[in-house]
């Protein structure tokens, strides 16, 4: 018995020009005359990483604020399992890159750019409000930065009550410093257990949490991804070409998929500079505009002693700097991305109370954020795998607080 | 028919599962019209376990009405999600 040889042709499937298409061009454009603007590598390489972060949550549609808030509201644990996937991806990366820097952890030392800070009373705090804060405004930081990218006007909302509470919270950040930050001890596990040891506990915690997350849910059935049935047309090198880019452009990607290569992307992230993080440089935004006002923060304590998304209010820098090029990329990267899946749509919310709600979420997360040195990704799926207690102290407090907010959105229709 | 359209998770399904709630005996179907992709997901398996069988049509871009009708079928959430899987081939969900 023969195979049928099909035709081999090299020619690009056939491709019709429309207004849709002439925005699809024109952002992939616009992309690239904004990488021209930035005049340093450094710049470069943050713009694309953080355009990679935001297409890829636009894709996947990976939203942390729904991954805390479906375990409650839903008895739904699929985005939270696969944010464990990413970060158990991000864990084995960041240990290889950190052994290299500091390759002798008994010393007491641990790598500057890891997100490690002290574990302490400020960090439950900052969690549980964030947590409270990401479920009220629908959305956590970089949830509410790609959805602005999508055209929601709410989640812009929501990022500008997030400036007023990083700024709130630097306005605070002494008291704190000397309450309980000088106070508490930083805790980075391969200090004390060694590379080997500190990989097997968390690996066991996070096969832990994965397996409390199923036990949670269980009882529900799993929720299934929509999967298109298989095509019936020829595998031709032309129906393959456009079955990708429906793939990996149009249609929405698996979560798991998108988790995972958000924690290889967090690799790539700290290879080159640190681990992704986006708040240190919104809270840099929010004192500027601050300063305008004359409302300015007074002089942080601590701030350059703390590793990852802290307070550090550099005015002196240029605010065209490389952090300012991986925020807006995220946004930039997310409208690209839905641009491209015609997804882009500037919406507003049906009802003014939703923009309170989004401005009151965002600036109970903005201080959280503050306080607790980070997010969801900066102190949350880049501390984990960092190795420092931390990422799990504040990420059990995002699930309290989670827990709380959803009690408060059940209440508000 | 219910819209939805501008309100993100988790308003469309929670809204979504009120109205299902509060369909009178005699009426069979809900028109639920999104603009949020999540909510393609969402909607259908909450109504599901309710006994409710879904039906996805893309009418803008993006927005999808999603239409949810009694089935006298068992509550069987999953088996329900794997019906629409089949009818969605079209659908750019």
Known sequence: MS????????????????????????????????????????MGVSWGLGMTFGFILQRSRLCFASAFRDMFLMREGRNMKAILAGIAVATAGFALLMQKAVPDPAAGAFPDQAHVVPTGLYLVVGGVLFGIGMVVAGGCVSGSMYRVGEGYVASGVALLGGLAGLEAAAHTW???????????????????????????????????????????????????????????????????????????????????????????????????????????????????????????????????????????????????????????????????????ASEFKIRL????????????????????AGLAVGCTVGAFFSAIPSLGLNGWVFGLSLLAGSFAGVKIIQRIA | MLDVRGEICPYPMMKAVEALKKLQPDQDTLEVLTDHAPALTTIPWEAAKMGFEADIDKVGSPEWRITLHRSTAPRDPQAVMARLQEKLTGVEA
């Open chain 1, 174 to 340: 002494n008291f704190w410093f000397r309450f309980n930050i000088s106070t508490s001890p930083i805790v980075w596990l391969p200090n004390s257990l060694g590379y080997g040891g500190a990989l097997l506990l968390t690996g066991v915690l996070l096969l832990a949490a994965y397996l409390g997350v199923t036990w949670w849910e269980s009882g529900r059935p799993p929720m299934i991804a929509f999967k298109k049935k298989a095509e019936d047309e020829p595998v031709t090198f032309q129906a393959n070409v456009a079955r990708s880019y429906r793939r990996i452009f149009v249609k929405g990607w698996p979560m798991l998929a998108g988790a995972v290569a958000l924690g290889g992307l967090n690799v790539l992230a700290f290879t080159y500079e640190h681990p992704l993080g986006v708040t240190g440089e919104l809270a840099t935004w929010a004192d500027r505009g601050a300063k305008l006002m004359s409302l300015g923060a007074p002089k942080l304590l601590g701030v350059d002693r703390l590793a990852g998304c802290n307070l550090a209010l550099d005015a002196s820098a240029s605010w065209l700097n490389h952090n300012f090029a991986l925020d807006s990329g995220v946004i930039f990267g997310a409208f690209v991305a839905a641009v491209l």
């Open chain 1, 349 to 368: 919310a049906p009802h003014p109370r939703r923009y309170v709600q989004s401005l009151g979420g965002g600036v109970l997360m903005g201080y959280g």
């Open chain 1, 3 to 42: 195979v049928q040889a099909l035709p081999r042709t090299t020619s690009l499937p056939a491709i019709r020009f429309s207004r849709g298409l002439a925005a699809k061009i024109g952002v992939i454009l616009l992309a690239i005359i904004l990488l021209t603007l930035f005049n340093s590598v450094e």
